[in-house]
């Protein structure tokens, strides 16, 4: 299998939606699945089942309404203090 669970961390970003494809570079590397608000409510987490070569901490883009979102790929399970 080449594909990992990970968890996402979308800082500032609180509209995202499951489906939302999650790039490195120019690659589309995963799919946003069960998205849901932060535990500060700042931004957004969500799953992913990322390619392998995304690592944990490595950053990534979330293409959303036209915008490219800065996003990190997190180990399971996520951590929510900061």
């Known amino acids: ?5 990970r968890g996402i961390e979308i800082p ?3 509209e995202l ?4 494809e999650v790039f490195s570079g120019n690659k589309a ?3 946003l ?4 608000p932060s535990a500060d409510g700042s931004g ?3 799953l992913s089942l990322l390619r392998h070569e995304v690592a944990n901490g490595d950053e990534v883009q979330i293409h959303w309404n036209g915008q ?3 996003a990190w790929a997190r180990a399971l399970p996520l951590d929510p203090t900061p």
Do not use: E
């Open 1 to 5: 299998m080449n594909r990992k669970l």
């Open 33 to 36: 699945t069960s998205v849901a």
């Open 17 to 20: 939606t499951d489906g939302v």
């Open 29 to 31: 590397v995963g799919t």
């Open 68 to 70: 490219s979102i800065p």
């Open 12 to 14: 500032d970003c609180r």
């Open 44 to 46: 957004s987490i969500a």
